[in-house]
């Protein structure tokens, strides 16, 4: 079994930046494809960056050019930089397999609140 727990978020003015964590434990050597997702109030949870094994990334338009995925060098923890933040971002922010993978067990996220 494999445990996802998010971390680093708080609120933060319009603007601002925040640095998200994921830590995966559990059975699991490393996480290779991982992914970031957002679920704000009254809509779907949505994809907002993922990262592969060899690196490579990518954004929903959403977030491009101001979030930023990466990982650790265990590769079991994985970072969300944000930046230049809008009240928009408020939301539960999740990490997990990306959409075409089978998702772990779901973490209990950690909450953003961008004030205006």
């Known amino acids: 079994q494999v445990q996802l727990v998010e971390s680093g978020g708080g609120l933060v003015q319009a603007g601002g930046s925040l640095r998200l964590s994921c830590v995966a434990s559990g059975s699991i050597m490393e996480f290779n494809n991982a992914a970031w997702y957002r679920q704000s109030r009254g809509k779907r949870r949505e994809v907002l960056a993922t990262?592969?094994?060899?690196?490579?990334?990518n954004y929903s338009d959403s977030v491009k050019g101001r979030f930023t995925i990466s990982r650790d060098n265990t590769r079991r923890t994985i970072y969300l930089q944000m930046t230049d933040m809008k009240p928009e971002d408020t939301g539960v922010y999740y990490c997990n397999t990306p959409p075409r993978f089978p998702p772990f067990p779901w973490g209990p996220g950690t909450q953003v609140t961008v004030s205006s």
């Open positions: 990262i592969t094994g060899t690196e490579a990334t």
